[in-house]
């Protein structure tokens, strides 16, 4: 429209204002099924249902992740996978290797599988690994629901996430690895410490039972360490210890 609005006026034909020429060729059909420029709010996608899912005992749901292990040479990382058990946080599957392949997840969901049977659901982000033919093809074999993330939503892994967190902020982590050897020989130290002797604080049927840590090894089987016991028995005393009676008056 401006352009027409211009080359009248080279022309010399003044037949009205700018703003005249928009308002005429607003009222006119052709002008009003122009394409409307999209715009950001346009843009976005549907992010669709949240995914919810809940256990209520080990060895029920699974949720899998894929994290960077960075080395000191450039354009060069390493893949840490890694299975987490989302009702004890324990890890029941790991591997590094030096690249992202969905052969190499189905490798480790076997011995998993061999390891501690298999789980009624698996859950993951939306990477090219985790939404494979291969290892879907490999889980639906066994009966296993898939479930993934939302489109551009980046929390909806928060256990893996935090379980990757856990290990790259724990005290002496490297940070830097040289070789996909030094990795490995890292997560082969990691997760035995991380799996049996991290607590994650457990309660028993309420709040008066007092919170009783447990090792992650003791919740996925379902057992209880004597010196852990005790130790939920003292913070348990503690908390029914009564409240001394403050005097409200002074003689």
């Known amino acids: 429209m401006d352009h027409s609005f211009a080359t009248a006026w080279d022309e010399g034909l003044m037949l009205g204002s ?4 928009w308002r005429i060729a607003a009222q006119l059909e052709e002008q009003m099924l122009r394409p409307q420029v999209p ?5 976005r996608r549907t992010r669709g249902e949240k995914p919810v899912l809940k256990a209520t005992g080990p060895g029920q749901i699974w949720s899998w992740d894929i994290t960077d292990l ?8 390493f893949k840490a996978y890694s299975i987490m058990d989302i009702f004890s ?6 591997r590094v290797e030096e690249r992202e392949a969905d052969h190499m997840a189905v490798e480790m ?3 998993a599988f061999k390891d501690y049977d298999v789980p009624q659901v698996v859950h993951a982000d939306s990477g090219p690994a985790m939404k494979s033919n291969a290892l879907k093809n490999a889980l639906e074999a066994r009966h296993v629901r898939l479930s993934h993330n939302r489109p551009n939503v980046s929390n ?9 967190r856990t290990m790259k902020y724990r005290p002496g982590y490297p940070k830097v690895f040289v070789s996909v050897e030094d990795a490995r020989a890292y997560l082969n130290g990691y997760v035995p410490w991380y799996n049996c002797e991290t607590c994650s604080s457990w309660s028993g049927t309420g709040w008066q ?3 009783q840590p447990l090792r992650l090894i003791d919740v996925t089987h379902g057992t209880t360490d004597p010196k852990v016991s005790s130790y939920g028995l003292v913070r348990l005393s503690s908390v029914e210890r009564p409240v001394p009676v403050r005097p409200t008056s002074v003689a």
Do not use: H, L, M
């Open 18 to 21: 700018r703003r005249a020429w």
């Open 39 to 43: 715009t950001r709010k346009q843009n």
């Open 70 to 77: 960075y080395s000191p040479y450039k354009n060069c990382v």
């Open 89 to 94: 946080r324990q890890i029941v599957g790991y």
């Open 109 to 111: 969901f076997e011995q």
């Open 156 to 164: 909806d892994n928060p256990f893996s996430e935090s379980g990757f």
């Open 209 to 211: 039972d007092g919170y």
